[in-house]
């Protein structure tokens, strides 16, 4: 079973949908099996975070910022691809070294996460966004 | 066929458990398929990486330190998720960019690495802590 | 069914072997699955990056060389594992924090990119390497 989930964003921060997938999970996935995520985009991610605390997220974009700042910060001087903004290529880093799939073991239609994780798109970009997640589940 | 693997840990190092999955392979995995591995924690991480010098591992835990310094470091004054200790936020980043989950053909029984490849849980917490690995083996 | 793609690099940039993945799926898969790619070293990684404009590429590359620079820079002393040349513990640095495995579902035999996305093996070391990049598709 495949599906797409949709994410509108606004900006750069965590968008939690871990409720989009265990709705679609009871649907679709009865007992033990396999779910594959992956986000269609080059500028933002997909994460496994923890969803407690919601400063763990904003510390996590905060620090992403600032090991890949925007193109118009003097230490970014040396970019080349900046035609789609100065937020554009920091995108592009923080895409390559955050997950782009996440592979989820479901057991008892359930996805195995630990207590404290929540599944995100992280999104990268300044300007609102419609972001797709394909989504496939295998039965074992 | 799912299981979890317990890794005990005693602070930030990379614990390999190769063995631990070759073991439980060698009881499930008679032919081919996908061995699915997650960690049930948002301040530790799965990695494949070199299991020969064990300098490696050191220098990589030394480099995370550098990039993602703990929060009484002067460089770190504007985390605000501080309440868990100065090692919490600091494993939160790490975690972000090192793997979640890991994925691993199997032909003839045997996880498909690389010569040199070993299977890691990288610690990112001072304390000792229980880790916990969701794993799932789908025979194609 | 399995494969194994090999792909020649000569010095850090991006491949992209899109084209050789889309061919054997024509061949082994006519409709939905899940597609896993491993690659079997530890100083190059797997990526899904924007194929548009190829300064995204390079400006990845200067971007990595600069969070993980070569171990004869003066600001990377503290290395210890130098042995195999100034170029190699880097290159485990950045295989940590950049996929080893990446995982793509399969529908109507396509696998579900985005029209941006293509498949890379990233090479972080300086001499020519042969690379091997582990294939399992899975039908559904």
Chains 1, 2, 3 share one sequence.
């Not at 991610?45 to 193109?71: F, G, H, K, T, Y």
């Not at 910060?73 to 995108?91: Q, V």
Request: aromatic letters at 6%; proline letters at 8%.
């Amino acid at each position: 079973m495949n599906t797409i989930f949709t994410i509108q964003t606004t900006g750069p921060a965590c968008y939690e949908f871990t409720g989009q997938v265990n709705k679609w999970l009871r649907r679709v996935a009865p007992a033990e099996g396999l779910l594959t995520l992956m986000v269609r985009h080059t500028s933002c991610s997909l994460l496994i975070q923890e969803n407690a605390d919601p400063d763990v997220q904003i510390d996590l974009l905060d620090w992403l910022n600032r090991i890949a700042p925007p193109a118009d910060h003097p230490s970014m001087h040396w970019l080349r691809h900046t035609m789609e903004g100065p937020d554009d290529m920091p995108a592009h880093l923080k895409a390559a070294i955050l997950p782009v799939s996440l592979q989820l073991p479901i057991a008892d239609g359930r996805m195995m996460l630990g207590t404290w994780q929540g599944i995100y798109v992280v999104e990268h970009r300044n300007a609102p966004h419609t972001r797709q997640v394909a989504a496939l589940f295998q039965a074992s």
